[in-house]
């Protein structure tokens, strides 16, 4: 009897450690640029299911400023001719301004704990859009809140 019992808790035990790896190799979503499948939903991205990872909670989009001024406004987004199709900011407010050559706008915004941003480098973030439309539709993107807009000396406008 006590044989039996120490043979159903090591086949217990033993099964449990290898779905404990099986789930460490294939069941937990690895971090990182991870495509996003195309639902067909409405075009609104970046839900709450996202995998959080470390990233700045404030980040810089320059533009022309009628385009910071909308993006303001509407908080929406639309993706030009970028590879990867998505939006792109920056942690460092000297790159943001470099993008709008004097005389645009650079908008703030407030990143979600949730979202999950690609960094490309020396403070680049992208939040991709697959089969983003260039030039054509804007996208909602939650958790990429724009809370305001700066001339390229840092002065609020908005």
């Given at each position: 009897m006590l044989e039996t019992f120490i043979l159903v808790v090591s086949f217990v035990v033993v099964g449990l450690?290898?779905?404990?790896e099986l789930m460490k190799n294939h069941g937990v979503p690895?971090?990182?640029?991870?495509?996003?499948?195309?639902?067909?939903?409405?075009p609104i991205f970046g839900a709450p299911n996202g995998y959080a990872s470390f990233q700045p909670t404030t980040l810089y989009h320059g533009t022309s400023l009628?385009?910071?001024f909308e993006i303001y406004n509407?908080?929406?987004w639309m993706v030009g001719n970028s590879f990867p199709p998505a939006v792109w900011m920056t942690d460092n407010f000297a790159v943001a301004s470099g993008y709008i050559k004097g005389t645009g706008g650079i908008v703030i915004i407030s990143v979600a704990p949730w979202i999950r941003l690609t960094n490309r480098g020396a403070g680049v973030f992208t939040y991709e859009i697959?089969?983003?439309?260039?030039?054509?539709?804007?996208?909602?993107?939650q958790g990429l809140k724009p809370v305001g807009v700066l001339d390229v000396n840092g002065n609020r406008l908005a």
């Open positions: 450690y290898v779905l404990s690895r971090r990182g640029n991870v495509p996003m499948r195309n639902s067909g939903l409405p009628q385009n910071a509407s908080g929406m697959p089969s983003a439309q260039p030039w054509i539709e804007y996208y909602q993107v």
